[in-house]
């Protein structure tokens, strides 16, 4: 079974920082690419950020130049570090794996339960 969590949420300050973790969990055999998403209320999930198995990273044009995502895939980890944060920026972040587990021959995508983001004065 594959789980994936993150954590790193909370309130913060405009102009503050967050850093979010993606951890993945369970009997993998390889985890290729990762995406943070987010949704704000009201709005559709929006593609925020992600990173290939070999680390070449994209990223939306809202957060270009404040926030970086990287991996670690010995820890099983993609954190999304959030720089000079915006109340716009406000919304439940969301981790999306593709993932195979050992034993099965093709990749499929897991979801986190999302982490909440919260820009504010």
């Known amino acids: 079974q594959v789980q994936v969590v993150e954590s790193g949420g909370g309130l913060v300050q405009p102009g503050g920082s967050l850093r979010l973790s993606c951890t993945v969990s369970?009997?993998?055999?390889?985890?290729?690419?990762v995406t943070w998403y987010r949704q704000a209320p009201g709005q559709q999930r929006e593609l925020v950020a992600d990173i290939t198995i070999d680390g070449r990273t994209k990223y939306s044009d809202f957060v270009k130049g404040r926030f970086t995502i990287s991996r670690d895939n010995v820890k099983k980890t993609v954190w999304l570090q959030m720089n000079n944060l915006k109340p716009e920026d406000t919304a439940v972040y969301y981790c999306?794996?593709?993932?195979?587990?050992?034993?099965?021959?093709?990749?499929?995508?897991?979801w986190g339960q999302g982490t909440q983001v919260t820009v504010s004065s």
């Open positions: 999306n794996a593709d993932v195979q587990p050992t034993g099965v021959g093709r990749s499929d995508d897991y």
């Open positions: 369970g009997s993998i055999f390889n985890i290729y690419a």
